[in-house]
């Protein structure tokens, strides 16, 4: 059973920045192509960020490109988004997921991790 648990969330202010991790079980991320979504209060879950199986490329939303790395860690089976110059707009439940594309693959989802940008 594929489970992700995503952790690293928190209250940051405007500028700053986080590092996400999602722990991946029932699967290995070498094998697939991972991504992290989030959904804003009421908004849909949107695409942030992608990497390929082979690590190599990666995508992101035109609204966090430059400012948002997602990379993964093969030995720990974890997946990370580092986020800087954050933005209010940026606040929301931060998922992963293995994708396709800029699609989730799996319509189960962990429990996310909530990031929020605020003075």
């Known amino acids: 059973q594929v489970q992700l648990a995503e952790s690293g969330g928190g209250l940051v202010q405007p500028g700053g920045s986080l590092r996400l991790s999602c722990a991946a079980s029932?699967?290995?991320?070498?094998?697939?192509?991972m991504g992290w979504f989030r959904q804003a209060p009421g908004k849909e879950r949107e695409f942030v960020a992608r990497?390929?199986?082979?690590?190599?490329?990666?995508d992101y939303a035109s609204s966090v490109a430059g400012r948002f790395t997602i990379s993964r860690d093969i030995a720990k089976n974890t997946v990370y988004l580092q986020m800087n110059g954050l933005k209010p707009e940026d606040t929301a439940v931060y998922y992963c997921?293995?994708?396709?594309?800029?699609?989730?693959?799996?319509?189960?989802w962990g429990q996310g991790t909530l990031v929020r940008v605020s003075s």
């Open positions: 990497i390929s199986r082979s690590g190599r490329p990666t």
């Open positions: 029932g699967l290995t991320i070498s094998g697939n192509a």
């Open positions: 997921n293995r994708v396709l594309d800029r699609q989730p693959m799996s319509d189960v």
